[in-house]
């Protein structure tokens, strides 16, 4: 008996080549079993919207798109009490989620793996009460690259399009008094960064070693950068991010299950590479396993 396979597709993601791209992928899950069922998104939250509305009546959900379609598309998920397996053909710019996942690029091999590799748990992120992140929630320096650079610059450009608006910000650095509650203790200070992030890649801006990265293991890898006093420690921020070594000095790096951040005013968030809005206190809470997606 074959199976329901609902597919969400981003008509823009890939350049707007996803449709155009998306034929051979169909064919690969029909032959594999499949009966897929279209669905278009057509602007911010549709994903999430549909995957709430019918999710449930599918034995997989399978988005194509980039790594937002796949955020909201986590969220609409995380919020059903049984929620299908999950398939993800990456369209995007940048795919962190992806990346980290080992999955393929090309949409015939990413149906492929929906069809015959192997469901994975994957932890999702709460952001306070009503909001959800597949890999990243963060603050401060180059955050709001991903949602600020113009989606013609993304789909031109590709990954040098969030270079170059990253080097624009290099001037205008901005620091917070930050006060950090997390599953060790209390720390904070005069941060200029903040991540919380079950992921090994972000924007190609953060990358952590695959070897400390568990996608399912129920921790948050939480980055934290002081606001550097002088060009030295301005110097030993770039060197531990270049070096990815977290463990001393300005940067420092600590795995939890749940994190809140206090600010002493209004600071803006990105939840996926989307605009998260303004908080002055924003809780994060590692939602363990409560999705599975179809790796090789």
Not at 14 to 24: D, E, F, P, T, Y
């Amino acid at each position: 008996m074959r199976k329901r396979l609902m597919l969400i597709l981003n008509p823009t993601a890939g350049k707007g080549g996803a449709v155009s791209s998306i034929g051979r992928a169909l064919q690969v899950l029909y032959t594999g079993g499949y009966i897929p069922t279209v669905f278009y998104t057509d602007g911010v939250g549709d994903a999430t919207r549909l995957v709430l509305e019918y999710g449930s009546e599918f034995d997989c959900v399978t988005c194509v798109g980039g790594d937002g379609t796949l955020s909201e598309t986590v969220a609409g998920l995380a919020q059903l009490e049984a929620p299908p397996v999950l398939g993800y053909i990456p369209q995007g710019t940048t795919n962190d989620v992806a990346s980290s996942l080992g999955l393929p690029k090309m949409p015939y091999f990413a149906a492929h793996t929906i069809v015959k590799g192997k469901p994975t748990s994957l932890d999702v992120g709460k952001f306070n009460d009503d909001a959800y992140f597949t890999y990243i929630a963060a603050f401060g320096a180059f955050t709001e690259v991903s949602y600020e650079t113009p989606k013609e610059s993304k789909q031109a450009l590709g990954h040098l399009a969030y270079v170059l608006k990253g080097m624009e910000q290099l001037p205008k650095l901005t620091s917070y008094q930050v006060t950090v509650e997390h599953d060790g203790g209390v720390t904070g200070g005069d941060l200029i960064f903040g991540s919380v992030s079950n992921s090994n890649s972000v924007a190609g801006i953060v990358k952590l070693s695959k070897n400390e990265i568990v996608l399912n293991d129920g921790l948050f890898e939480v980055i934290l950068v002081k606001n550097p006093k002088n060009v030295l420690e301005m110097n030993q921020i770039v060197s531990s991010l270049l070096s990815h070594n977290y463990s001393s000095g300005p940067v420092t790096m600590l795995k939890s299950r749940k994190v809140k951040f206090t600010f002493d005013r209004p600071v803006k968030w990105t939840r996926d590479g989307e605009n998260g809005g303004a908080h002055s206190e924003v809780t994060l809470e590692n939602l363990h396993k409560k999705i599975s997606i179809m790796t090789k």
